[in-house]
């Protein structure tokens, strides 16, 4: 039976040994982290995985407020056209000039399915880091967000004269403040 130090050692060694290959691959910079090259199949599937895990995780205990009442979609759905259509389309509306040349390619969230609010709330708040998604916190409330929530909740179901007269107002503010 191996002894507690000769473990030590092989952990210590094979610890040591996984260091340096990490930051020899880095150093190399081998890897191309360009927008338009896409991840290898090993490196989307770890980053999905944490991507998925965190966001549980970290949205699991949010409260959801009440968000059917017609004055929060059209809220939101005014936010929406202004800050949200350039990357994740909407009934009627199927290309931007901006989401070709995103990587990661955003959902297109006229075609998804009904959005977990806290998870939707999660991401419209914090962003998700090197996905081109912000984090809306740093300029919306949160009242703001939910109402982008509750828009996006119904998006799948509007049609694209639905989604228009919903976004209509977004025309007269260019600005980000709620």
Not at 94 to 116: F, I, M, T
Not at 167 to 177: D, H, K
């Amino acid at each position: 039976m191996p002894s507690v130090a000769k473990v030590g050692i092989v952990v210590a060694s094979t610890l040591l040994v996984l260091a340096i290959g990490a930051v020899t691959f880095i150093g190399s910079g081998v890897y191309n982290i360009g927008a338009d090259d896409h991840h290898t199949a090993v490196v989307l599937a770890i980053i999905k995985r944490l991507r998925e895990r965190s966001i549980a995780v970290r949205s699991s205990a949010i409260a959801v407020p009440e968000l059917d009442d017609a004055a929060h979609v059209e809220a939101g759905g005014t936010r929406y056209a202004a800050h949200c259509v350039g990357c994740h389309l909407a009934p009627g509306v199927s290309k931007s000039d901006l989401r070709p040349g995103l990587y990661p390619h955003p959902p297109d969230l006229a075609q998804g399915e009904v959005v977990n609010a806290q998870r939707a709330f999660w991401i419209i708040k914090h962003g998700i880091k090197m996905s081109a998604m912000p984090a809306w916190g740093k300029s919306l409330d949160d009242a703001t967000i939910w109402d982008i929530v509750a828009f996006v909740r119904g998006l799948p179901a509007m049609t694209p004269e639905q989604y228009r007269r919903l976004a209509q107002g977004s025309r007269e503010s260019s600005t980000i403040e709620p």
